[in-house]
Each structure stands twice: as structure tokens, then as C-alpha cells.
């Protein structure tokens, strides 16, 4: 089944305990993103990558890091997380495409930062 | 940077009557348009795009309209029923790939 799958789906967590939520793909797409959801701001792009070893910053990397050093994977770290960071956090990949194209999302992970 | 208002925040109709959300974005380059549709503590799903090329397109009940011109678009969705009821995101992009969200409207089909 093709699929975007995201771990873990829910974390409670205190500020500056470094965490790694992994997003994995299993559909070969090129294009793989982190969102943030908060209400009333809709989905935000933290950062994107549109191949292996290849990664750029979105409209919100302050405080994540991501990796990209296979292409069905791409984790996003947060070395020291602060209450300002709890949030909806979705994963999506797409194939790479300038035409436009579905981007498949996650299940989701929702963080909270005491 | 592209920037993508999105109205109403909350709109609220009756069965059977239709529903209209618009967006407007800043940065003329933008070339792909989708819709995406997250139902309650579910993942956002794509429901319709259109690009700059074509002004209007539509599936069954649902439909986007484009104006390059006044950049704008619209989601237009006809003979609502109580399962359309979600949060309805609206999207632009220059490049086909990063996109740049609305805030969201929250869409509630009375019955």
C-alpha cells in the first residue's frame, strides 16, 4: 500500500530533550516536506528536500534540522525543543514535478513541549 | 515571498446549498493551485487543483475557478452534504513542488 507513515504520532516532551520524529515513503517521490499546523495559521513549510542529500529551508526552520541521506526517509530533529514548538507536525512527499502534483501527507505527529 | 490569504475563516451552510471559499496570493509567477481537504484528526487530502493555464475546472460537485489577472481563486462546491464538512486549505506555487498554504476554512454542513 502506498503510503507516507510518521513516528511517533504523539509525543509529550520537556523543553531542550532532543527528539527525532522519522517520516518514511514508500512511493519513490523525489519531493519530501515538514509542515507545522497551528490554528489559524494553517500548514506552514518548515523545510523540503527534493532529493537525496539535498535539503532547503522553508518559511519556519528556526529551531529544526532535517536529513535526507536516503530517499524513502527524512527525519526532523529538534535538537532543543522549546514550548513554541508544539504543534500538528505533517510529513509529505510528491514526485518532483513543475507542473504540480498530489503531495501525499502523514498521519501526523502531535508534539507538546512543557 | 509568496503570500496566500484565505476567506472565510468559518463558514457554515445548509444541506443542499452550495459553499464558496476564495484565496488570493501575491506572487504572480505562481502557477499551481490546488485544494486540500482534512477532515477531523485526519491527514489533509488533495480534492482538486488547477493550473495557470486553464481558468476553470470542475469534478462532479466541487469546482475551482482561476483569475490570473485579479489573482485570485475560488473553490466552489454545489449540493453541500453533512461529509464536506472539514477544514478546506487552499495552495499556491511557482514551481509545482513548495507550496504556500492558506490559513484554512472551516467548513460545517448543517442538516
Known amino acids: 500500500e502506498a503510503q507516507v507513515t510518521q513516528n511517533p504520532r504523539y509525543l509529550i516532551t520537556v523543553t531542550g530533550k532532543k527528539l527525532t520524529v522519522t517520516c518514511s515513503q514508500n512511493?519513490?517521490?523525489?519531493?519530501m516536506s515538514w509542515y507545522r499546523q497551528d490554528p489559524g495559521l494553517g500548514l506552514r513549510q518548515i523545510y523540503y528536500s527534493m532529493n537525496v542529500e539535498v535539503t532547503d529551508k522553508g518559511d519556519v526552520p528556526e529551531g529544526y534540522k532535517v536529513s535526507r541521506k536516503e530517499k524513502r526517509n527524512f527525519p526532523l530533529i529538534l535538537e532543543s525543543p522549546s514550548p513554541n514548538q508544539t504543534s500538528l507536525y505533517f510529513c509529505?512527499?510528491?514526485?518532483?514535478?513543475?507542473?504540480?502534483?498530489?503531495?501525499?501527507f502523514g498521519p501526523g505527529t502531535r508534539l507538546t513541549v512543557t | 515571498g509568496e503570500n496566500v490569504e484565505q476567506h472565510p475563516s468559518t463558514l457554515s451552510v445548509q444541506e443542499g446549498d452550495s459553499a464558496v471559499i476564495k484565496c488570493t496570493y501575491s506572487d504572480s509567477a505562481s502557477n499551481y493551485f490546488p485544494w486540500y481537504k482534512q477532515e477531523l484528526g485526519k491527514r489533509p487530502q488533495l480534492i482538486i487543483d488547477i493550473r495557470s493555464n486553464v481558468g476553470e475546472k470542475k469534478d462532479q460537485r466541487i469546482a475551482v475557478t482561476l483569475n490570473k489577472t485579479a489573482k485570485h481563486f475560488s473553490l466552489h462546491i454545489t449540493e453541500t452534504q453533512p461529509e464536506d464538512s472539514a477544514v478546506y486549505f487552499c495552495?499556491?506555487?511557482?514551481?509545482?513542488?513548495?507550496?504556500?498554504f492558506g490559513a484554512g476554512t472551516i467548513l460545517r454542513v448543517k442538516s
Open positions: 495552495a499556491a506555487s511557482r514551481d509545482g513542488n513548495k507550496l504556500v
Open positions: 509529505a512527499s510528491s514526485f518532483l514535478n513543475g507542473q504540480g502534483g498530489e503531495q501525499y
Open positions: 512511493m519513490n517521490h523525489e519531493y
